[in-house]
């Protein structure tokens, strides 16, 4: 079998993954200043961030119970967990077993609902608001995820995300199929949602009425807020890593260090353009009104009905 | 150009034209609506020129240009420059929520899908998808007229669904006789200009929308 992946390389893309995610934070912060005509912090800036958060101290709501210390680790947990479903630098199903694209979305989805515990847990107003506002957001938002991966999986017949990338090829767009176009546009409209950014959700703002993740993180603080927040850096590049693995072929499986290099740097490019559409997004749109926002999503969800009734009928 | 790349390419230009069908259903303003209507008339012109490279029929190069000059550029800033006109700052006025019309032009969408499967034959004969694609996009025009309040998101529905007839008509036929494809055009344009007209003097007169003339009063 062409691309097998053996369990050191797994590791090694999961590892790369994590440790990419706050890059791809500070590129898309720093080319958002940018067009906004600001010099902004350097890319590197989010791992100062980090850096800072794990050398501070902790500090917790009395109100909070046992449960609320341990809510980061499982978030990181999960979500780095779910960053070794991810073909990075190869395609090809693993060679030991296991989980496929619906471990992944559920992986997501478990960190989502333990977020969202862990600011109610804290018994603050803004975690409870924010909570409940992101699970009016996640029923909207996994489905449509769902429904592209079902599309493109039904052309592959297997929903193993590194198989689903093999099968793709290394053919660019003229290999598309009708089908691909609509699941591509859905996924586009989805990125900004699962990845909490304008114009569902705005990073960068505290204000109380317009927050979603960030409410939930308030009653964070020291090495766990770290681990929230690298939680959700790994959880962005998880997403767009599965968009392009999805729709743009892993690079080319050549054998040896050079084909991982290779693939690596293939990566990077696709990651590259699909945070530049990224910052494009949330530099050229306001943030839309709560109520809005599942219309919004509506049309992914069409679009992505659509995808799967053209690879059906 | 081969029969399979024909296919195919006739597929993707109807899964982007069901795209913009899509936009134009979910669109809350009026020129997001016109943008699409747009660039949904770009694709159609595209996919008579693709047509018009794989049959060698040239009339339907002369369909592709009269298309993109009238109906992708024409009509959308007849309608830009209505909007400008009658300076209107409104969204859209669904008769029912947007949402609920997405999930109605879902059902069209899988409805013509599934429907077509039973002709079979013809579906075979018609270059890739573009029966279904062509039926979906008039009946969802179709869709967006009955459920708008203004007049103007009515005439994008009616541009939309036009478009529809007549990307069926093309893929049908391989070329309709340029006559019939002109007097179609012509048929819009009249169209248009007699909406617009009406348009504008029942705003000017009566200062009102065809939602507010469903009662007669004696």
Not at chain 1, 5 to 31: C, D, F, H, N, Y
Not at chain 1, 123 to 145: D, H, Q
Not at chain 1, 151 to 177: F, P, V, Y
Not at chain 2, 100 to 122: M, R
């Amino acid at each position: 079998m062409t691309g097998e992946r053996p369990l050191a390389l797994v590791l090694l893309e999961m590892t790369l993954l994590v440790l990419a995610g706050p890059l791809v934070t500070g590129a898309i912060q720093k080319m958002k200043a940018r067009l906004q005509c600001r010099q902004g912090a350097g890319v590197l800036q989010p791992y100062r961030d980090l850096t800072k958060l794990f050398r501070k101290g902790t500090v917790q709501a009395d109100t909070a119970s046992g449960l609320f210390r341990s809510i980061p680790v499982l978030v990181v947990a999960a979500t780095v967990a779910a960053g070794a479903f991810v073909p990075v630098v190869r395609a090809g199903p693993p060679a030991f077993p296991l989980g496929d694209a619906l471990m992944l979305l559920g992986l997501l989805a478990l960190a989502r609902f333990l977020t969202a515990v862990g600011a109610l847990d804290a018994g603050g107003a803004f975690g409870g608001m924010g909570a409940s506002r992101e699970m009016t957001i996640a029923p909207l938002v996994e489905p449509v995820l769902m429904m592209v991966v079902f599309s493109t999986a039904i052309a592959a017949g297997t929903t193993e995300l590194g198989a689903l990338a093999a099968h793709r090829g290394t053919s660019w767009l003229l290999a598309w199929s009708a089908a691909d176009f609509l699941g591509f546009a859905a996924m586009l409209l989805l990125l900004p949602a699962e990845t909490g950014r304008i114009p569902v959700d705005n990073p960068d703002t505290h204000l109380e009425l317009t927050m979603l993740h960030e409410g939930m993180l308030l009653e964070h603080s020291g090495p766990g807020l770290g681990c929230m927040v690298l939680a959700s850096h790994t959880r962005q590049i998880v997403i767009v890593a599965v968009a392009s693995a999805l729709f743009f072929p892993v690079g080319p499986a050549g054998a040896g260090v050079v084909g991982v290099l290779v693939g690596a740097g293939a990566f990077a490019g696709k990651i590259l353009a699909l945070a530049i559409y990224l910052a494009l997004v949330e530099s050229s749109y306001a943030k839309l009104r709560l109520f809005r926002v599942p219309q919004y999503l509506g049309v992914g969800f069409v679009c992505a009905l659509t995808a799967l009734a053209l690879r059906i009928l | 150009m081969s029969e399979e790349a024909l296919h195919a390419v006739i597929d993707d230009l109807g899964a982007l034209l069901l795209f913009t069908m899509i936009l134009i259903v979910a669109a809350g303003q009026i020129y997001r609506a016109i943008y699409a209507v747009s660039a949904q008339s770009l694709l159609i012109a595209l996919a008579a020129a693709v047509l018009a490279t794989a049959t060698g029929n040239t009339d339907l190069w002369v369909i592709a240009g009269v298309t993109l000059a009238v109906k992708a550029v024409a009509l959308p800033w007849v309608l830009h420059w209505i909007v400008q006109r009658m300076d209107i700052r409104r969204e859209i006025e669904p008769v029912i929520p947007i949402a609920a019309t997405l999930a109605l032009s879902v059902v069209i969408v899988v409805a013509s899908f599934q429907l077509t499967t039973s002709l079979g034959p013809v579906r075979q004969a018609i270059a890739g998808n573009a029966l279904p694609v062509g039926i979906s996009l008039t009946l969802t025009g179709v869709l967006v007229m009955a459920t708008r309040k203004t007049a103007l998101t009515q005439m994008v529905g009616l541009f939309a669904s036009e478009n529809g007839i007549f990307f069926t008509a093309m893929a049908v036929t391989q070329g309709m006789p340029l006559i019939i494809e002109i007097g179609v055009i012509l048929d819009v344009i009249l169209a248009a200009l007699v909406m617009t007209i009406l348009v504008l003097r029942v705003r000017s007169t009566v200062d009102a929308d065809v939602a507010d003339l469903d009662r007669l009063r004696g």
